[in-house]
């Protein structure tokens, strides 16, 4: 049967940070213990974002938040393994995700063959092609590579990682990577032979999905399609191979002062 969940949270834009951030140590980790492939991360991703959450305590601004996670089959459609959607007063952002995996192993994208990365850049054309400029790349990175923080919310699995020499923060562990910074306006790879570059687990335009999801909430990162005040969501149940997270969000101050109020943990704006 298909998963589908919701849960509802009242949090703020500190725990926005504090939760992406665990769970991009959580993921980093359970990937060198275990080697999970990406649909299992991306899982697990979901999981520990309604989660946590969840459990953050209020502070203020307050945001309500529900979050809704549900596997409908799309990925051959629109080339994603996660779909994004988040809906507040000022309109929907839905945003596509190709996850990949950085292999503990190898030190390399599992998908890196010439057939693994030609599938890949008709994966995030196609992405593209959905909803542009919010199309990504997601790589899950082994903490093997990372410094190690626990962050907030600490895991079992997070205790038997190695620490990095690099010091790149674990929060990396979910990478996110925009497609159009990897993609021509044409489709086609800009490195044609290094089409992902990384080097020890750090990629080139790779910012940490705690960074991304914050950015999107408070509207630095795309802009809102209000031209829809509700979402619908088509769902195929044949199959399990898709997941998308909804997140229904409101604040008790107006949307747009969230902007302001983020520049603590973003910095200020360019």
């Given at each position: 049967?298909?998963?589908?969940?919701?849960?509802?949270?009242?949090?703020?834009?500190?725990?926005?940070?504090?939760?992406?951030?665990?769970?991009?140590?959580?993921?980093?980790?359970?990937?060198?213990?275990?080697?999970?492939?990406?649909?299992?991360?991306?899982?697990?991703?979901?999981?520990?974002?309604?989660?946590?959450?969840?459990?953050?305590?209020?502070?203020?601004?307050?945001?309500?938040?529900?979050?809704?996670?549900?596997?409908?089959?799309?990925?051959?459609?629109?080339?994603?393994?996660?779909?994004?959607?988040?809906?507040?007063?000022?309109?929907?952002?839905?945003?596509?995700?190709?996850?990949?995996?950085?292999?503990?192993?190898?030190?390399?994208?599992?998908?890196?063959?010439?057939?693994?990365?030609?599938?890949?850049?008709?994966?995030?054309?196609?992405?593209?092609?959905?909803?542009?400029?919010?199309?990504?790349?997601?790589?899950?990175?082994?903490?093997?590579?990372?410094?190690?923080?626990?962050?907030?919310?600490?895991?079992?699995?997070?205790?038997?990682?190695?620490?990095?020499?690099?010091?790149?923060?674990s929060a990396l562990g979910a990478t996110v990577i925009p497609a159009s910074s990897l993609l021509t306006t044409g489709g086609t790879w800009k490195n044609p032979t290094d089409p992902v570059p990384?080097?020890?687990?750090?990629?080139?335009?790779?910012?940490?999905?705690?960074?991304?999801?914050?950015?999107?909430?408070?509207?630095?990162?795309?802009?809102w399609d209000r031209q829809r005040s509700e979402l619908l969501l088509s769902k195929d149940d044949r199959t399990l191979n898709f997941l998308q997270l909804v997140v229904r969000a409101k604040s008790?101050?107006?949307?747009?002062?969230?902007?302001?109020?983020?520049?603590?943990?973003?910095?200020?704006?360019?």
């Amino acid at each position: 049967m298909p998963t589908n969940f919701s849960f509802t949270a009242t949090t703020d834009l500190h725990g926005v940070k504090a939760c992406g951030q665990s769970i991009g140590a959580h993921i980093a980790a359970k990937l060198e213990s275990f080697g999970s492939d990406e649909r299992t991360l991306t899982d697990e991703l979901c999981d520990m974002l309604c989660i946590w959450l969840k459990s953050h305590p209020r502070a203020s601004p307050a945001i309500q938040i529900k979050l809704q996670k549900s596997t409908p089959n799309e990925e051959s459609q629109n080339g994603a393994d996660l779909r994004l959607v988040i809906q507040s007063p000022e309109g929907i952002k839905d945003c596509l995700f190709q996850a990949k995996v950085l292999d503990p192993q190898t030190g390399k994208l599992r998908c890196a063959t010439a057939t693994g990365f030609a599938k890949l850049e008709d994966q995030l054309s196609k992405a593209r092609a959905t909803c542009g400029d919010l199309a990504f790349l997601l790589v899950y990175v082994p903490s093997q590579h990372l410094d190690g923080s626990l962050y907030r919310y600490g895991t079992y699995e997070q205790h038997f990682c190695r620490k990095s020499k690099h010091g790149l923060p674990s929060a990396l562990g979910a990478t996110v990577i925009p497609a159009s910074s990897l993609l021509t306006t044409g489709g086609t790879w800009k490195n044609p032979t290094d089409p992902v570059p990384h080097v020890n687990g750090k990629f080139v335009g790779g910012i940490a999905f705690w960074q991304v999801f914050l950015e999107l909430l408070v509207c630095r990162r795309g802009t809102w399609d209000r031209q829809r005040s509700e979402l619908l969501l088509s769902k195929d149940d044949r199959t399990l191979n898709f997941l998308q997270l909804v997140v229904r969000a409101k604040s008790e101050i107006p949307w747009g002062q969230l902007r302001g109020s983020s520049s603590e943990l973003l910095g200020p704006e360019n």
